[in-house]
């Protein structure tokens, strides 16, 4: 106790002037953040408690005369997000809501207008209620979706999502893209330790081959410079952005066409229905209590006009004839409204340049056919996995070997996310018509394989829905329907004609999944734990 009393004169004033530096600190700290954020950026920002502020790195930003914002110790900003779309709105919150400070730039806030993005499977539900984000489906009629009903020649087939062990609430929704993303930009943006602002970014600002952070263009057409020790590039599938981070190989087989269609029920409620059509596939769903959303496939990248009425000519006489007579009326009601949009449908395997201070997240790094509806979950997805590689890091600061350690997410999304990739490449290639007859029928195979029920449906469903996403499964689905196809042409007597169909059905069905397996990565997709990556600590800080 004495020798506590008489503490060394030196130590004590150590402390106090430690003291006095931390109060000043603050207080210059609170001062910096204030003057130069708000005067230059316009923030949405509303109150929020911020639970985890341990983990708020320290924030000592100057602002320059050249709208430029610098961490001067550490960085004021931990992450800063392009683009606040599914992927990017998703991710600032979840990130914010880890104590991390959030920077994300937007091109548009108003809401989207959109024919993309409006089908989540339950295995993406799954993943909003892992981020806590699935009050964002709420309020916005948002329709439950049960499962799928397949149509072929005149015959039907109905799909049922395997929910029975899940809570009630889970199945998959349908809704208006827009509605969907505005939810959820809202959420994010009530976090305190998010700012979400409207501006283009126009480039990524690199030093000696490590990303600092963005020069963007602000909605009254200031440029500006912001910086953070991690930039996360969700620009969407026609990013400007993603050359440098990854080298894309972009593939766009087709084109979808999209209709609302009024008035009408659906023959199979709360289902999503795919008309294995000639060309190729026709979806319906509902996307409201009152609109049924049509996306009408079509192969390769020159569409009908639609100003010289080509386009509508193209989907009364091709399209509307193999339309469902439930939907006919409606549909053609849609066509002669004449709000008719169109979209790619882009397909690009991951490939990532691991660069120092920056991740691509979302379709700018990886996109697949959308028949399946699987982009949302597999973005999703990707972040419930950045999220918990991110948890252990105190902060962000070392970037190379932030980057090192982010190796880990290339694989570890593998398994979720190449299953679905796959699944919507070959089941469109599967569901297309086609003069061959082997692929005839393959595809005639797939439908009667599909429809004979129990693991035979469920299995492939569940690959599907995202509530089963395991590429072993995928393999021996798709085979299996190539197993079936080849012995219904050999039973009861086998042709040499029919061998020699077999036999191709079996080549065909190999050229359609091996080429996108491999593009996925055979190693990373079934053997990732052999990749040194997937058992990467966090960096020691
Ligand atoms: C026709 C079609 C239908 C689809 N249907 C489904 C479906 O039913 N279910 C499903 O799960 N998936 C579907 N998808 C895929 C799904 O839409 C995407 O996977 C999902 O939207 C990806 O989210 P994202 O955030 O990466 O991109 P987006 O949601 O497109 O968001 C990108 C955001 O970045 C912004 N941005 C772009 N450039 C800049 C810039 N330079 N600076 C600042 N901001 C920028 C954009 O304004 C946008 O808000 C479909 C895709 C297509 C093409």
């Known amino acids: 106790m004495v020798a506590m009393m008489a503490v060394d004169p030196y130590v004590l004033w150590t402390f106090f002037a430690s003291l006095l530096g931390f109060v000043a600190l603050s207080v210059l700290r609170r001062r910096n953040y204030g003057n130069g954020m708000a005067k230059d950026r316009s923030k949405v920002q509303k109150n929020n408690n911020n639970t985890n502020k341990s983990l708020v790195s320290e924030q000592c930003v100057k602002s320059s005369d050249e709208g430029e914002f610098r961490p001067v110790n550490g960085s004021g900003t931990d992450v800063i997000i392009v683009g606040a779309g599914v992927a990017g709105a998703a991710l600032a919150h979840t990130l914010a809501k880890e104590g991390r400070r959030v920077h994300v730039i937007e091109r548009d806030l108003t809401e989207p207008d959109r024919i993309v993005g409006e089908l989540l499977q339950p295995g993406g539900y799954l993943k909003l209620i892992e981020l806590g984000l699935e009050d964002c489906v709420e309020e916005i009629d948002a329709q439950r979706v049960l499962g799928y009903a397949l149509f072929k020649d005149g015959k039907s087939t109905r799909l049922t999502y395997p929910l029975e062990q899940f809570h009630s609430d889970v199945a998959g929704r349908s809704f208006h893209n827009g509605r969907f993303i505005q939810r959820m930009r809202e959420k994010a943006s009530k976090l305190t330790n998010v700012q979400l602002e409207q501006g283009t970014v126009t480039s990524l600002l690199e030093e000696n081959g490590t990303i600092k952070g963005v020069q963007y263009k602000t909605k009254d057409g200031q440029e500006l410079k912001a910086y953070a020790p991690l930039t996360i590039v969700c620009d969407g599938c026609f990013s400007n952005l993603r050359r440098t981070l990854c080298k894309p190989q972009v593939e766009v087989p087709s084109c979808f066409v999209g209709l609302i269609l009024e008035n009408c029920e659906l023959p199979f409620a709360n289902h999503g229905h795919v008309i294995l059509g000639d060309p190729s596939p026709i979806l319906f769903y509902q996307i409201s209590s009152t609109e049924v959303r049509c996306l009408v496939d079509v192969p390769g990248q020159k569409l009908p006009p639609i100003a010289n009425g080509e386009m509508a000519n193209y989907l009364k006489t091709v399209v509307a004839p193999q339309v ?63 999220r918990d590689l991110l948890k252990p890091l105190r902060n962000l600061h070392d970037p190379a070997s932030l980057c090192k350690y982010l190796e880990s997410f290339y694989t570890l999304r593998k398994p979720v996310a190449s299953t679905i990739n796959t699944l919507a490449g070959a089941l469109y290639k599967v569901f297309s018509a086609s003069p061959d007859e082997a692929r005839k029928e393959m595809r005639q195979a797939c439908f009667d394989y599909l429809s004979l029920g129990g693991t035979c449906s469920t299995g492939p469903v569940a690959l ?43 080549l065909s069905a190999s050229g359609i999944i091996f080429p996108i397996i491999k593009a996925e990565g055979v190693r990373q997709m079934f053997f990732p734990a052999t990749i040194p990556a997937y058992h990467r600590a966090p960096p020691v800080e």
Request: aromatic share 6%; no cysteine; charged share 10%.
């Open 324 to 386: 469902p007579p439930e939907l006919h009326d409606a549909f053609i009601s849609a066509v002669d409204k004449g709000n008719i949009r169109t979209m790619p449908n882009r397909s690009m395997p991951a490939n990532p340049q691991p660069t120092p201070g920056a991740l691509l997240m979302g379709d700018a790094f990886n996109m697949r056919h959308p028949l399946t509806g699987g982009g949302m979950t597999v973005a999703l997805s990707d972040i419930v996995v950045l």
């Open 464 to 506: 599907l829905s995202g509530l089963n996403p395991h590429p072993l499964s995928l393999v021996l689905h798709f085979f299996g329907v190539a197993v079936y196809g080849v012995g219904r042409l050999l039973l009861p007597f086998p042709s040499p004609k029919r061998i020699w169909i077999g036999a191709r059905l079996i």
